[in-house]
């Protein structure tokens, strides 16, 4: 019985040549797909360092980073302009701790900017660097030109961490404070590039009443001094009477006519969203607001399970 007979249309013109070409595809993509393991890898490894024994490199962990450094990047173009001026440790890092292309891209980009080691590039993408960067609520677009304002929102975050201070949840004001100073060099790590330290509780004689303002920054890039007023609690709006006073104070008190205006950055353990935008909303300074972490918080269970400091002293006592 010919196939036409049991319903079978005839081939093409063709067909034949076709199906060959299309077989051959099928196979080779076998071979790409099965051909690449580890015993093939270690026998390139091995034929790689005998054809050029004096050029390192060609371990078969190292190859199979490459593999997976060209599939990651078939963009060849932004491999040469930023990829490839990235040192091999931190494109390796890239691979082993970031999903996907954009925030691969995006964390290329920032340690090109800012000459990030490989230890600091893998600090950042373990504390979240890209989802706490410009979240915090601010009002820089209306009140600051729109390269500077960019500038400003990008250079804050939302959360702040500051779990290297190694306090307590219930941390006061001024504890923190002189936590982050005995601590500065990881502070300003954690505030970004940019941030140069001025100093702590920093007088203002405004018409002979004294002042004295928590933390003063100048940021390099933004051209300008940054307060930061810290609260030990939640946002309220009146918070920003103080900080809006401060900036003022700064402004004419301090900063140099060709200075960019003073912005403010309100760091509370907690916020509503909402009326941290409405309280900014009829604000005549630049002021952006955050909130900061002491500690990295445990799932409630985990925490009903840990013994407390008490039951520790006890036991240790015993």
Not at 47 to 58: E, V
Not at 142 to 153: E, G, I, N, T, V
Not at 252 to 273: F, M, S, Y
């Amino acid at each position: 019985m010919s196939e036409t007979s049991i319903g079978l249309i005839a081939p093409p013109e063709g067909y034949g040549d076709w199906l060959t070409d299309l077989k051959g595809r099928i196979h080779q993509a076998q071979q790409r797909a099965q051909g690449w393991g580890s015993k093939v890898i270690d026998r390139l490894a091995q034929d790689l360092r005998a054809a050029f024994p004096d050029i390192k490199g060609f371990s078969p962990r190292n190859l199979k980073y490459m593999r997976a450094f060209a599939e990651a990047w078939p963009d060849s173009e932004f491999v040469q302009q930023a990829a490839a001026q990235l040192p091999w440790g931190h494109n390796v890092v890239l691979l082993d701790k970031l999903p996907g292309p954009e925030t691969r891209r995006w964390c290329i980009i920032q340690a090109l900017k800012h000459n990030w080691s490989r230890n600091t590039l893998v600090m950042h993408i373990e504390n979240r660097l890209l989802e706490r960067s410009g979240k915090a609520v601010s009002n820089f677009e209306s009140h600051l030109p729109k390269a500077q304002s960019d500038l400003a929102r990008e250079s804050l975050k939302d959360p702040y961490r500051f779990d290297f201070l190694s306090l307590g949840q219930n941390a006061q004001e001024r504890e923190i404070e002189n936590a982050l100073i005995k601590h500065v060099t990881d502070f300003l790590l954690e505030l970004g590039a940019g941030f140069a330290f001025v100093g702590r509780q920093v007088l203002l004689n405004v018409g002979g009443d004294e002042f004295f303002i928590d933390l003063l920054f100048y940021h390099l890039k933004l051209r300008c001094y940054v307060v930061i007023e810290l609260k030990a609690g939640k946002f309220k709006p009146e918070h920003l009477g103080k900080l809006s006073f401060y900036l003022a104070a700064v402004d004419a008190e301090i900063k140099h006519p060709q200075d960019g205006p003073t912005i403010g950055l309100l760091l509370c353990k907690g916020k509503n969203e909402v009326v941290a935008e409405y309280a900014l909303r009829d604000n005549n300074r630049p002021i952006g607001v955050a909130q900061y972490q002491l500690m990295e918080s445990l799932p409630a269970e985990l925490q009903s399970s840990l013994p407390s400091i008490e039951q520790i002293e006890r036991e240790l006592a015993g």
